[in-house]
């Protein structure tokens, strides 16, 4: 089955600095991939997604991610952290299966300080 | 265009009851999916509706059930409720079946079971 691990569940950085989140999977078939953000009492929003196209793959708010098979990784990244990113992200995966059943990992809560 | 809507958006219950959770598509979605979002096992696929048909169900008891209309609103249900079913729950829409079908997150229905 596929997995997703994010490493760390927290993640502290100042405004201004670079925003990392890493992101591993499980599986020999590269899956599609997903980086979601939810804020607080709220639902799920996508940030971006990798369906095999371009490596590098741009979202919404300056978010980027990049897709490294041979480190099974898509980990998220964001040149200058606002305050406004303080939110929880999860990274999850729909393998090639003809499914759409997303499997998320753990979370990260992005705390951001001034 | 509207977003997913659930309701209701807060729900307390007490141990043995039953509840019933609703989640209106995006207008034209055609998939609905539910998820159960805990603090100790994260974000969990519960099924997956597609046309009024079950396509894929997650690993929970048989007390979680559920359905979809012809105008693809979505209803769950839990019977014989527990305190470990507090959580909060997740609809989410999509066009289609597909692993690339983007996934739209309704705000969900925070369940508590006393």
């Known amino acids: 089955a596929q997995s997703v691990t994010q490493l760390g569940s927290h993640v502290s950085v100042s405004e201004g600095a670079l925003v990392l989140l890493r992101c591993n999977y499980s599986?020999?078939?590269?899956?599609?991939l997903f980086w979601y953000v939810q804020y607080p009492n709220q639902g799920l929003q996508l940030l971006l997604k990798?369906?095999?196209?371009?490596?590098l793959v741009k979202g919404i708010n300056g978010f980027e991610a990049e897709f490294k098979k041979s480190e099974t990784s898509f980990h998220l990244t964001k040149p200058s952290a606002h305050m406004s990113d303080a939110a929880e992200y999860f990274c999850?995966?729909?393998?090639?299966?003809?499914?759409?059943?997303?499997?998320f990992g753990k979370g990260t809560m992005l705390l951001v300080s001034p | 265009k509207a977003g997913v809507t659930q309701t209701p958006r807060y729900l307390i219950k007490t141990r043995g009851q039953q509840v019933t959770l609703s989640c209106s598509p995006i207008?034209?979605?055609?998939?609905v999916s539910w998820y159960q979002q805990t603090p100790g096992q994260g974000l969990q696929f519960l099924f997956e509706?597609?046309?009024?048909?079950q396509r894929n169900k997650g690993n929970f008891p048989g007390r979680f059930s559920g359905r979809q209309f012809s105008n693809s609103r979505s209803e769950m249900n839990v019977s014989t409720l527990e305190l470990g079913d507090s959580a909060l729950y997740l609809c989410?829409?999509?066009w289609g079946q597909g692993n690339h079908n983007e996934q739209f997150f309704g705000p969900g229905t925070r369940l508590t079971v006393l």
């Open positions: 989410a829409s999509s």
């Open positions: 599986s020999s078939v590269p899956p599609y």
């Open positions: 990798y369906t095999s196209a371009a490596t």
């Open positions: 999850a995966v729909i393998p090639n299966s003809g499914y759409s059943t997303l499997t």
């Open positions: 207008s034209g979605h055609r998939s």
């Open positions: 509706y597609f046309s009024e048909t």
